[in-house]
Antibody, heavy 126, light 108 residues
Framework: QLQLQESGPGLVKPSETLSLTCTVSGGSISSSSYYWGWIRQPPGKGLEWIGSIYYSGSTYYNPSLKSRVTISVDTSKNQFSLKLSSVTAADTAVYYC??????????????????WGKGTTVTVSS | EIVMTQSPATLSVSPGERATLSCRASQSVSSNLAWYQQKPGQAPRLLIYGASTRATGIPARFSGSGSGTEFTLTISSLQSEDFAVYYCQQYNNWPPNTFGQGTKLEIK
């Protein structure tokens, strides 16, 4: 059974870089069928997609965060990671990692999130 | 960016009754629409993808319909465990994938 687990600091200071890792167990991150990505949820609010990565390293980012976000993959450890720079209080949220499943048609992919981690709370505060 | 709008924000329904949740896209997303259920303190759970296909293990009382810009999630006979927040998400035009703001389904 595929499981995803987020890990990383729960408290980050303003202007610093938030770093999280998602460890995938019960399956290979190198599968050609999936992307792997991050979604966040500020307290009491809705879901915001941050970005996703293919095992080859190909990435897609939310344009609203693109200048501050880096997602990377380590296939040897079956992990992928998120870095968000220059954080402010507005980046306080529960951060989820999720497998993106879908299909590619005529070179265009269509992916939804079918397996999620439990989430990790990150607070930005001095 | 495609904007997803869900209605109503809160829906009060009695157990055993039918619940109908709506989701509208600001432009056509074809059938590339998913629905998720989220309970307090938990991660979202995939219910429906492709606008109408139930995910693995999802009970038959959950059904999705629609295409283009108008979508509906119907829960035919509400069980106690169904009271939660429901989100729709389009994955037709991305990045970014975008979510609706959610509909809270509460016990009447």
């Amino acid at each position: 059974q595929l499981q995803l687990q987020e890990s990383g600091p729960g408290l980050v200071k303003p202007s610093e870089t938030l770093s999280l890792t998602c460890t995938v167990s019960g399956g290979s991150i190198s599968s050609s069928s999936y992307y792997w990505g991050w979604i966040r949820q500020p307290p009491g609010k809705g879901l915001e997609w941050i970005g996703s990565i293919y095992y080859s390293g190909s990435t897609y980012y939310n344009p609203s965060l693109k200048s501050r976000v880096t997602i990377s993959v380590d296939t040897s450890k079956n992990q992928f990671s998120l870095k968000l720079s220059s954080v402010t209080a507005a980046d306080t949220a529960v951060y989820y990692c999720a497998r993106h499943r879908g299909i590619a048609v005529a070179g265009t992919g269509y992916y939804y999130m079918d397996v999620w981690g439990k989430g990790t709370t990150v607070t930005v505060s001095s | 960016e495609i904007v997803m709008t869900q209605s109503p924000a809160t829906l009060s329904v009695s157990p055993g009754e039918r619940a109908t949740l709506s989701c509208r896209a600001s432009q056509s997303v074809s059938s590339n629409l998913a629905w998720y259920q989220q309970k307090p303190g938990q991660a979202p759970r995939l219910l429906i993808y492709g606008a109408s296909t139930r995910a693995t293990g999802i009970p038959a009382r959950f059904s999705g319909s629609g295409s283009g810009t108008e979508f509906t999630l119907t829960i035919s006979s509400l069980q106690s465990e169904d009271f939660a927040v429901y989100y729709c998400q389009q994955y037709n035009n991305w990045p970014p994938n975008t979510f609706g703001q959610g509909t809270k389904l509460e016990i009447k």
